[in-house]
């Protein structure tokens, strides 16, 4: 199956922030943000090649009115405790900017054909005056030393926000324990452009430490990717135990008309070899408003380990 894929060009046309989850059963599932922003898909293969042309099936559809009615955004399927979760970010018809991250659980086997509850907003830890009061969407959540973290972005400041990487401990799949720790805020001129961001964390573990993707500056051209580590081992609500990679670690590349890249996810091939999973688009200028542009499609690239034991993302 592996010589079905395609390697850095548009591989599902129109699906952005695309994410794949490898179940225990070895097969795949696909979810992204529909053009629409107006409901989360599911599709599912025995192959990561499978995926391309597997049926599409809505499994939510977004509020007419009130919280999650408007800008259903970056879904993630995670299987957590014997049951399913879809962690997404959403706003309202009445304020489409009130971006909040949400939670749908399923207990059913089937996560296509089973019946998806309604958690509501994820809920901040006791104490916490400050997760999700303001724009905040993008979470992502991982495994570490028998507890589990969940990291997102949320805006900060006054007039033209600023977006920054959060952490904190999960109490429970819809609940934090801990208090918010900031990660990463936007410190370098390439995640200023346009916009200041950090946004769309990803997280992989490999050889004793975990890395955290993340993406930078506006939707266009100029979105690209970052990286932060930290030792397996170490507190990672301690922002001393990350590290971040002074440049993006993925960028445009005219030469191939890959423009933008970012928002990406982490998957493994049927022989273990990691994938990372990405949107890019295939034109430099972008007609209308980025942000309401369908044409980011989702790509595929072999994630490479240097000498370093870090990951390299590389086009070639």
């Known amino acids: 199956m592996k010589e079905q894929l395609k390697w850095n060009e548009p591989w599902i046309m129109q699906r952005a922030d695309p994410y794949i989850y ?5 097969r795949y599932y696909f979810t992204a943000s529909v053009p629409a922003y107006d409901r989360i898909i599911l599709r599912r293969a025995d192959s990561l090649a499978g995926l391309a042309d597997a049926a ?57 054909t089973g019946t ?4 509501g907003k994820m809920q901040c830890a006791d ?25 997102w972005a949320e805006k900060v400041g006054v007039g033209k926000m600023i977006s ?15 208090v918010q720790v900031l990660l990463t805020t936007p410190d370098y001129d390439w995640e200023r452009v346009d916009f200041w961001v950090n946004e769309g964390p990803a997280v992989i ?13 506006a939707t266009g051209a100029c979105y690209c990717m970052g990286m932060l580590s930290a030792p397996e081992d170490a507190d990672l609500l301690d922002p001393a135990s990350w590290s971040k990679e002074r440049y993006p670690v993925l960028a445009s590349d005219e030469t191939l008309e890959i423009y933008g890249p970012g928002h990406n996810s982490f998957t493994t091939d049927e022989e273990g070899g990691d994938i990372c999973v990405y949107h890019a688009r ?7 408003d980025p942000l309401y542009n369908p044409n980011r499609h989702t790509m595929l690239m072999k994630v490479r380990w240097n000498e370093e034991g870090k990951p390299v993302f590389s086009y070639r």
Do not use: Q
């Open 205 to 217: 573990k490999r050889n004793g430490r975990i890395f955290l993707t993340y993406s930078a500056s």
């Open 116 to 119: 998806w509850t309604e958690l």
């Open 282 to 288: 295939k034109e430099a200028v972008i007609e209308g």
């Open 22 to 26: 490898r179940h225990t059963d070895g």
């Open 164 to 178: 920054n990487l959060y952490i904190a401990r999960m109490a429970s799949p819809n609940r934090l324990e801990t």
């Open 56 to 112: 599409e099936n809505t499994v939510w559809r977004k509020h007419e009115s009130g919280v999650m009615s408007e800008h259903i955004w970056a879904p993630e399927l995670h299987y957590l405790d014997g049951k399913w979760y879809l962690y997404f970010a959403a706003g309202e018809a009445e304020d489409i900017w009130a971006i909040r991250p949400f939670v749908l659980e399923c207990a059913d086997e089937d996560p296509i």
């Open 127 to 151: 104490g916490d005056e400050f997760s999700f009061r303001a724009f905040s969407l993008d979470a992502t959540v991982f495994e570490n030393k028998g507890s589990r973290y969940y990291v």
